[in-house]
């Protein structure tokens, strides 16, 4: 069995769908970030770490793309060969180092940088998230999923920061990306992961 360490509302909770949509058993093993408990198992004390037997993996999309590799019966992971590999990885340095990076900045400097270092990110986060929505309208054009007419784990990252989007109140100015965060955050298998650890209780 799987084990997902992290905290509730984190970044794991993209793990415990991943889990979800490839019907793998589990355990969600509540930590804090850079706790002793974090530290002792990835040395930046970040959290989701997924344990399978002896292996660590830390960083959320390289667990997402692992699990997706290790069930490839279950068609959620790149297409055949190297372009698939190629576009693959694509999405998901898309996903984390532009569309979610304002987002990312707007949190630290609300909740988790110290008072005394917070500033007003919020006009800056929201121009930078508004440039990479219309990015990610482009790059979906009429497709309905970002690999095309399967649903994958690329989809997990997406969607799962489409939920902190609308958590966030962030603006989405494109029908198309509303319509595909609708698309993806109804999955039944998203609302069991956000049940068993995804979401804030």
Not at 5 to 12: D, E, F, L, T
Not at 131 to 148: I, Q
Not at 151 to 168: E, K, N, Y
Request: charged letters at 30%; a neutral charge.
């Amino acid at each position: 069995m799987y084990k997902a360490v992290g905290s509730r509302g984190s970044r794991a909770s993209r793990v415990l769908w991943m889990l979800e949509e490839l019907e793998q058993p589990y355990e969600f093993v509540e930590i804090k970030l850079r706790s002793p408990e974090a530290y002792a198992l990835n040395p930046s004390g970040k959290v989701p770490i997924l344990l399978d037997g002896e292996l660590k993996i830390t960083d959320s999309a390289a667990i997402c793309v692992y699990l997706a590799d290790k069930h490839a019966d279950r068609n959620m992971g790149a297409d055949p060969g190297l372009a698939g590999r190629a576009e693959m990885d694509s999405w998901m340095h898309f996903a984390q180092s532009e569309l979610e990076a304002p987002l990312w900045n707007k949190l630290r400097h609300r909740f988790l940088l110290p008072k005394e270092l917070r500033v007003d990110v919020g006009p800056a986060a929201a121009l930078d998230f508004a440039s990479e929505v219309k990015a990610l309208d482009r790059r979906l054009g009429d497709k309905p999923f970002a690999l095309g007419d399967r649903f994958s784990a690329a989809d997990v990252l997406l969607g799962d920061m489409g939920g902190w989007t609308r958590a966030g109140r962030f603006p989405i100015e494109s029908d198309r990306v509303n319509a595909y965060f609708d698309r993806v955050l109804q999955r039944p298998a998203r609302a069991r992961a956000q049940a068993n650890g995804g979401a804030f209780t």
